[in-house]
Antibody
Framework: QVQLQESGPGLVKPSETLSLTCNVSGASVSSKTYYWSWIRQPPGKGLEWIGYIYYGGSTSYNPSLKSRVTISEDSSKNQFSLQLTSVTAADTAVYYC??????????WGQGTLVTASS | DIQVTQSPSSLSASVGDRVTITCRATQDISNSLAWYQQTPGKAPKLLLYAASRLQSGVPFRFSGSGSGTDYALTINSLQPEDFATYYCQQYYSIPYTFGQGTKLEIK
């Protein structure tokens, strides 16, 4: 069974960089099976796909965030990470990591709330 | 971007009822649609993909239908654990996009 767990600071100052890590078990971040993704959900609102990283390090990002987002992987730790630069209050959300398979998100982490505030 | 619009945004029903939630895309998405269930404080859970294929372990009272731009999620014989928020998601093209959600509440 694939399991994912997000970790990182719960509070980020405006204009600074949000950094989160997703630890994966039950699957390899280096495999060709899953696209490893980040999704966010502002409090009380809907879901927004941020982007993914795939085998060999190829990435795809939501154009709405592309200029500020980097997703990377560390195969030695079986982890992948999200960096979002120049955060504002609008980036306050629960951030989920997920395993994407043929376009649908089969596995999700529990989510971590990140608040952008001074 | 392909937008997906769900309706209704909220719905009240009773245990044992049958309910239907619809999702409309701004262009033909060729059955590239998934449905998720989210309960408060939890991550979404995949229910169906390819518009009508039930994810392993999901009860058979959940079903999906549709084609082209219009899709539906039907829940037969509502159970107490089904009261949650439901989202559709298109994966026909990037960026993947979600509907705004339908909150299913107990009447």
């Amino acid at each position: 069974q694939v399991q994912l767990q997000e970790s990182g600071p719960g509070l980020v100052k405006p204009s600074e960089t949000l950094s989160l890590t997703c630890n994966v078990s039950g699957a390899s971040v280096s495999s060709k099976t899953y696209y490893w993704s980040w999704i966010r959900q502002p409090p009380g609102k809907g879901l927004e796909w941020i982007g993914y990283i795939y085998y060999g390090g190829s990435t795809s990002y939501n154009p709405s965030l592309k200029s500020r987002v980097t997703i990377s992987e560390d195969s030695s730790k079986n982890q992948f990470s999200l960096q979002l630069t120049s955060v504002t209050a609008a980036d306050t959300a629960v951030y989920y990591c997920a395993g994407l398979y043929h376009g649908h998100f089969d596995y999700w982490g529990q989510g971590t709330l990140v608040t952008a505030s001074s | 971007d392909i937008q997906v619009t769900q309706s209704p945004s909220s719905l009240s029903a009773s245990v044992g009822d049958r309910v239907t939630i619809t999702c409309r895309a701004t262009q033909d998405i060729s059955n590239s649609l998934a449905w998720y269930q989210q309960t408060p404080g939890k991550a979404p859970k995949l229910l169906l993909y390819a518009a009508s294929r039930l994810q392993s372990g999901v009860p058979f009272r959940f079903s999906g239908s549709g084609s082209g731009t219009d899709y539906a999620l039907t829940i037969n014989s509502l159970q107490p654990e089904d009261f949650a928020t439901y989202y559709c998601q298109q994966y026909y093209s990037i960026p993947y996009t979600f509907g705004q959600g339908t909150k299913l509440e107990i009447k």
